[in-house]
T-cell receptor, first 113, second 114 residues
Framework: GDSVVQTEGQVLPSEGDSLIVNCSYE??????LFWYVQYPGEGPQLHLK?????DKGRNKGFEAMYRKETTSFHLEKDSVQESDSAVYFC????????????FGTGTRLLVSP | NAGVTQTPKFQVLKTGQSMTLQCAQD?????MYWYRQDPGMGLRLIYY???????DKGEVPNGYNVSRLNKREFSLRLESAAPSQTSVYFC?????FGSGNTIYFGEGSWLTVV
């Protein structure tokens, strides 16, 4: 079945550091790819998305490139801020009729001041 | 600006008790979902409803039942709660494929089974 792998359970950068959070996926179909962000006590919310190969999702200084050749969708930011601290989930949706997300296990980003 | 509303927010159950989690959305979405979130496991799909009148099993349906009461409401029932069902439950909804694939989540229901 479809799967998403996030290799880092937690990332602990300092404010101003650059960031890469890894995401790899596996599916036999042509998926849409997403990053969801979850703040404490809240449900996940869409952070950015890419619908086809070579698309780049962008939001609040974060970027992720849909790379079909390496089946990856890594989340990147040049300079993180303390307010970026949250849990980030990579996800894919491979259904054609409606959206059914498969999530990775999540990466907790904790930015120190 | 309610979006997806879940009740209750917190619940403690004894093993073997039953309960229903309620969910309603006001975005006129066709599709609704129930996910559970456990530490180190991300979010896993329990059941979903592609449209009013239909429901289907997701990745982890055992021990749960669902009802799509109408277009707005999608409930999740635990008939005989077990400690393994201690989790945070999220209801979600989305429009049709052409709406951009965004899924909107509720704020979660924290369930503890003792």
């Amino acid at each position: 079945g479809d799967s998403v792998v996030q290799t880092e359970g937690q990332v602990l950068p300092s404010e101003g550091d650059s960031l890469i959070v890894n995401c790899s996926y596996e599916t036999t179909q042509y998926p849409s790819l997403f990053w969801y962000v979850q703040y404490p006590g809240e449900g996940p919310q869409l952070h950015l998305k890419a619908m086809k190969a070579n698309d780049k999702g962008r939001n609040k200084g974060f970027e992720a490139m849909y790379r079909k050749e390496t089946t990856s969708f890594h989340l990147e930011k040049d300079s993180v801020q303390e307010s970026d601290s949250a849990v980030y989930f990579c996800a894919l949706s491979a259904d054609t009729g409606f959206q059914k997300l498969v999530f990775g296990t999540g990466t907790r980003l904790l930015v120190s001041p | 600006n309610a979006g997806v509303t879940q009740t209750p927010k917190f619940q403690v159950l004894k093993t073997g008790q039953s309960m229903t989690l309620q969910c309603a959305q006001d975005m006129n979405h066709n599709s609704m979902y129930w996910y559970r979130q456990d530490p180190g496991m991300g979010l896993r799909l329990i059941y979903y409803s592609a449209s009013e009148g239909t429901t289907d099993k997701g990745e982890v349906p055992n021990g749960y039942n669902v009802s799509r009461l109408n277009k707005r409401e999608f409930s999740l029932r635990l008939e005989s709660a077990a400690p393994s069902q201690t989790s945070v439950y999220f209801c979600a909804s989305s429009g049709d494929f052409g709406s951009g694939n965004t899924i909107y989540f509720g704020e979660g229901s924290w369930l503890t089974v003792v």
